[in-house]
Every structure is written in C-alpha cells, then in structure tokens.
C-alpha cells in the first residue's frame, strides 16, 4: 500500500516479509522442493535474512531442549543489472503494476549490488531472456 502510494519501503516494513519468504524457502526446500525466488532483495542485509532468517531471532529448542540453529539455506542470487535509463523505460511501459516508475530512484539509491562472498552472478537486463535463462541455467549446473 506505501509503494502504490508513492511511498518507498524502509527496512521495517521489510523484514517481516523477508522472514516470511525465508521460511516458506526453507518449508519448500525441507520437502524436496527446487525454488525460484523473484523478489528485489535490494541489501544485503536482505539476501542473508532470505538465507538464515532474521539475525537475533530467538533459537528454537528440540524435544531435548538443546537450542537449534536457524535453517540456514544455499542461495543463488540473480542480480539483474541494468542502467536507471533502460529500467525506467521498462517501468514507463509496465500496466497496473502496485510500483509507481517514481520509486525506480529510491530503489536505485537502497540497492547494494552482491559482491564476494555472497553467492551470486550479475546478469544485464539488456539481455534477451533466453539469453539471461540460459546464463542462470548454466551456472546452476
């Protein structure tokens, strides 16, 4: 509802949804599950809650009472890069989409691109999709 308004997200608003998305990646992967995840991960903050859950969340306790570790996933993250002008195109050209074109700088301003050690590779935009496909499918083998 901010971001139809015009309103950008902070990380308070954030976060709530990222544990939730991890914890549906790990309920999906625990039953054998391959999953694709399309979300704007913008931080890197954000890439590690989708990996380890949220940082300071209280340890569960098995039937022994022992604390367990959060679920810890391995993630690929797709970072599909592209200049403010080809992406503000796009946006320009998009229909009935909740993201207003006039948030594209707020998103460019919050995004930390993934560098090493963080699992991952960059891919243009400018791509075709069968290009950009073919890239992930590759580095996934």
């Not at 959060?70 to 796009?90: K, M």
């Not at 009935?96 to 707020?106: D, N, R, T, V």
């Amino acid at each position: 509802m901010k971001m139809a308004k015009g309103i950008p997200l902070n990380d308070q608003d954030r976060i709530p949804w990222l544990c939730s998305l991890h914890d549906i990646l790990v309920r999906e992967v625990a039953s054998g599950q391959q999953v694709v995840l399309a979300c704007s991960a913008l931080k890197k903050m954000y890439r590690d809650i989708l990996i380890r859950g949220k940082e300071g969340a209280p340890l569960k306790r098995d039937e022994s009472g022992k604390e367990e570790k959060p679920a810890e996933l391995q993630l690929l993250v797709v970072h599909l890069s592209g200049s403010f002008e080809v992406i503000s195109g796009r946006l320009l050209k998009r229909k009935g989409h909740f993201m207003p074109p006039e948030l594209l700088q707020s998103q460019f301003d919050t995004l930390e691109p993934p560098s090493a050690p963080e699992n991952f590779i960059q891919v243009s935009v400018e791509k075709n999709l069968a290009e950009i496909i073919a890239t992930i499918m590759e580095t996934l083998k």
